[in-house]
Antibody, heavy 124, light 110 residues
Framework: EVQLVESGGGLVQPGWSLRLSCRAS????????MAWVRQAAGKGLEWVGF??????????EYAASVKGRFTISRDDSKRIAYLQMNSLQTEDTAVYYC???????????????WGQGTMVAVSS | QSALTQPASVSGSPGQSITISCTGT?????????VSWYQQNPGKAPKLMIY???YRPSGVSDRFSGSKSGNTASLTISGLQTEDEADYYC??????????FGGGTKLTVL
């Protein structure tokens, strides 16, 4: 059974940093790209970014709203994807989901499994 | 990258068919066959319903179908059931090598 479990969320002040983790099980983690998607309370889904599988260099893509502040990485030996968030702003407050890319292509445009989400609140 | 445009809400009666539209530009929806649709129930994670415009993942009812014409993609649900009531989001690959979501559509089954 595929499982994705996010952790690391919490309440932080503007300008602070936070690192989220997404622990995966039930599939060959290294064969898939992984994405982070967020959702502010009562709002829609927003794609945050994506990391390719190492066969494609493990390179990353980001939404313009987080580029330069957020970094996605992965540790295939531990089956974990990370989201390092720096210079957090109040508008980053949201539930953050990690999601598994369907298939093993260069860019994952669809996600067939999602975690339960972890809440990040940025407030002074 | 602006969000794709979806109607805020749609409604239908059990047994009816409804269609949710998702309008973008030639730089996203119109330029690539990489449109997906997700169903989200309150407090739950999204569920993939359609990928690559019209393909259904294993386990998704064939009452759900997807299509695209020009810069607009559509999700059709036939034989509407009360359990279909949820929020639906489209998403598309973009020329900027990113993904963009629609604003979401709340489906009410009357």
């Amino acid at each position: 059974e595929v499982q994705l479990v996010e952790s690391g969320g919490g309440l932080v002040q503007p300008g602070w940093s936070l690192r989220l983790s997404c622990r995966a099980s039930g599939f060959t983690f290294g064969d898939h790209g992984m994405a982070w998607v967020r959702q502010a309370a009562g709002k829609g889904l927003e794609w945050v970014g994506f990391i390719r599988r190492n066969a494609y260099g493990g390179t990353t893509e980001y939404a313009a709203s987080v580029k330069g502040r957020f970094t996605i990485s992965r540790d295939d030996s531990k089956r974990i994807a990370y989201l390092q968030m720096n210079s957090l702003q109040t508008e980053d407050t949201a539930v953050y989901y990690c999601a598994k890319g369907r298939g093993n292509s260069w860019f994952s445009d669809a996600f067939d499994f999602w975690g339960q989400g972890t809440m990040v609140a940025v407030s002074s | 990258q602006s969000a794709l445009t979806q109607p805020a809400s749609v409604s239908g009666s059990p047994g009816q068919s409804i269609t949710i539209s998702c309008t973008g530009t030639s730089s996203d929806v119109g330029g690539y066959n990489y449109v997906s649709w997700y169903q989200q129930n309150p407090g739950k994670a999204p569920k993939l319903m359609i990928y690559d415009v019209s393909y259904r993942p294993s386990g998704v009812s064939d009452r759900f179908s997807g299509s695209k014409s020009g810069n607009t993609a559509s999700l059709t649900i036939s034989g509407l059931q009360t359990e279909d009531e949820a929020d639906y989001y489209c998403t598309s690959y973009t020329s900027g090598i990113t993904l963009v979501f629609g604003g979401g559509t709340k489906l009410t089954v009357l």
